[in-house]
């Protein structure tokens, strides 16, 4: 049964028939509006909730676009994220290639509950909180760093990608001085562009790396991650493999993601004038800031590509059945602009203070680290207009190359003056 | 009201904690919730109910 392009039931036949004229996801965003939604997505979003879509290898998964039933499914242990399931969505050929290489994204519970255990303490708040002198003093050298260098400058270069590194090198008790190759790694893994080959080789260099790194925290441990990690190796609990794949992860989750929300959010401040007075107004306030963090998590969704899962069983949602074995597709990115929790959604307000925003997830794999970047990005935020009030573009918004095609939003440079 | 928690299901995100820090604390060896009083006063109600929804493992039941 189809309305218009858009398929609502699950009856296989049909949706064969009429794969073709499915909508393809991921969409495109109108050229010229950088930070709103792509046009076919709100669409789906305003007209369906729950309604199937075109990816990249043809298949058509269910994509689910209202927060409530995103939220609900995003906490349903009926999906499952393993990416060995054979109609897994893949995000693309990239990442299916990959579908080998266990990770705890990609790990269900119980056993992903077990690895998440071994790490979790690093993150909790007291631990984060604890860190945040050290992240001040973090951003204000590498704002001195910034200040005493050429101007124009890349903010990614620059700023936006240093801090979140040096930051989580610090933690993970990885050396700084190896960030030329696990950024230039990551970029690899995070796009959807280049080759399987590439990708997958990109994934192995990091495990290995890794793995020595652990190898060398057994011999000399110090007061960091994967020291913690290389012990629980020698006391038999997890393999050198599963601490080195750990390492990966926190180690990409902690520099991309913080990374992007730097740049993006400071773009999106600079387009929006009177806010970025309001944040380097009060960036004593830490209500305002908090609040300003939550809101950009929310209005920019950096996780712009939807969570991606497989139905164990049958799930009735939304008026429709997704059965089991079928794909689905969370788009946490538009539940995050729904009009029906979020009053006027596109438009930035950083008194909003929206807690329920979902840009870190929701459900068992809700991200680790989000206690991290949010002080992160509550120092930055509180730092850096204030430090540089004349801050500004060094180019037109149209000049941006923005990551259409990464898994995760951003930009991949962006010229700065002062 | 009545807090209880199922730690066994927590995933250490410490939004409980960013909610309601007065009720709410995790442990040192894992970051799974710990509950520091099970019988919140009337002015932390708001608190504790936004940590119950917040939780994304909705590990934190509320009894009347």
Redesign the interface.
Known sequence: MAKGHIVTSSSADTTDTLTADLPEYPMARAAGCPFDPPPTLRKVQSEHQIARVRIWDGSSPWLVTGYDNVRNLLSDPRLSTDGTKPSFPHQSALTKARRGEPTPFGTDDPEHARQRRTVSAAFAIKHVEAMRPAIQRIVDDQIDTMLAGPNPVDFVDAFALPVPSLVICNMLGVPYSDHHFFESRTKLLLTRAGTPERSAQAARELITHLEQLVDDKLANPADDVVSSLAKRVAAGEITRDQAARLSVTLLIGGHETTANMISLGTLALLQHPEQLDRVRENSENPAIIGSAVEELLRWLSVPHSGRRRVALEDIEIGGVEIRAGESVILANDIANRDPAVFADPDHLDIDRNPRKQIAFGFGVHQCLGQSLARVELQVVYSTLYRRVPTLRLATDLDQIPFKHDGILYGVYAMPITW | MKVTIDAD?C????QC???APDIFD???????VALLTDTPPQDRLDQVH?AA??C???VIQLVD
Do not use: W
């Open positions: 299901k995933v250490s995100a410490g904690v960013l909610s995790q442990r040192e060896d894992d970051g799974v936004e929804s917040l994304p493992a909705r």
